[in-house]
């Protein structure tokens, strides 16, 4: 059985919340793609299902690139991307480790992930986004 804790997150300014069941011990891929280098962002996956938007629906916008597939999203008042629907797991929602509220306990490891040669790597991760 694995062993799971509820985090909360938000945008800066807290327009945007939410909260998500990740595993207590989790894994974070640092991507030198070229938007996530740019932004900072540290990706932990986890499936659509178990990712709940508290508020600030409305307060979200979309950005899209190249392929369009991936949902980039962001508060339109603070401009934090605090989590995304990412390419490489479209049924999971990627958080962005610097936005959350970990409970004691909690541990996050993390690695590199090579997103500037994304097609080649992606598939390593669609194990993240898994039930």
């Known amino acids: ?3 799971r804790a509820k985090v909360t997150g938000s945008c800066h300014c807290g327009a945007v919340r939410f909260e998500a069941q990740v595993e207590r011990s989790s894994e974070s891929q640092i991507c030198n793609c070229s938007i996530c280098r740019m ?8 499936p659509a299902s178990r990712f709940n938007l508290i508020s600030g629906e409305d307060q979200l916008r979309e950005y899209r690139f ?10 339109g008042v603070c401009g934090v991307k605090s989590f995304y629907v990412p390419r490489s797991n479209p049924d ?4 962005n480790v610097r ?6 306990g909690s541990h996050v490891e993390f690695s590199a992930f090579d997103g500037r040669n994304w097609s080649k790597n992606a598939k390593s991760l669609r194990h993240l986004s898994e039930e």
């Open 39 to 46: 932004c900072g962002f540290q990706h932990l996956i986890v």
């Open 92 to 95: 999971g929602i990627s958080l």
């Open 1 to 3: 059985m694995v062993d």
């Open 99 to 104: 936005c959350l509220e970990f409970p004691p």
């Open 66 to 75: 190249k392929s369009r597939t991936a949902r980039h999203l962001f508060c």
